[in-house]
């Protein structure tokens, strides 16, 4: 009990006070489909950082096959997306933390963003459902590890 409330705490804080590393988003975009840069610069301060954290903890994981860690972080860089088009507000990530609100607009408006940019059906379905739980895809699940960490 006292675990969840710190972590929904930290959870709560991050999405205020977000500490983004710019160098380091930068560097990351490097690795990102050039269609979509534009769109993933479009995001918020506090999801860039997010996005950096989970990349960080796929990184530092040593059980990590390396081709599963590559597949798992280009994943992790454009999860997001589709809140560069949501946008949600500070009101909207607090009531979440709090009250266990639904992501699905951010993962639909995702879906549709990056059918429309790139035509790469695998990944726009990926975002499509990367917050259905349980999740029957075990690329997902193992990377809801991550993300719901972050
Ligand atoms: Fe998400
Ligand atoms: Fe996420």
């Not at 990102?32 to 506090?46: C, F, T």
């Not at 639904?102 to 975002?127: E, F, M």
């Not at 259905?132 to 719901?148: A, C, E, G, R, V």
Request: net charge positive; proline share 3%; glycine share 2%.
């Amino acid at each position: 009990m006292i675990k969840k409330i710190l972590y929904r705490s930290w959870q709560f804080y991050k999405a205020i006070f977000p500490n983004l590393n710019k160098e380091k988003w930068e560097n990351t975009l490097i690795k990102a489909d050039k269609n979509l840069i534009p769109l993933l610069n479009q995001l918020g301060k506090a999801e860039k950082a997010h996005t950096l954290r989970v990349l960080a903890l796929i990184e530092k994981d040593k059980s990590l096959d390396s081709e599963l860690k590559i597949e798992l972080s280009d994943f992790a860089i454009v999860h997001d997306i589709g809140k560069a088009i949501t946008k949600p507000s500070i009101f909207f990530k607090v009531a979440k933390v709090l009250l266990k609100l639904s992501s699905d607009a951010h993962c639909i408006a995702g879906c549709r963003a990056v059918w429309h940019l790139t035509h790469n059906k695998k990944l726009a379905l990926r975002i499509l459902k990367h917050h259905i739980k349980p999740n029957s895809d075990s690329f997902l699940k193992t990377f809801q590890k991550y993300d719901d960490q972050a």
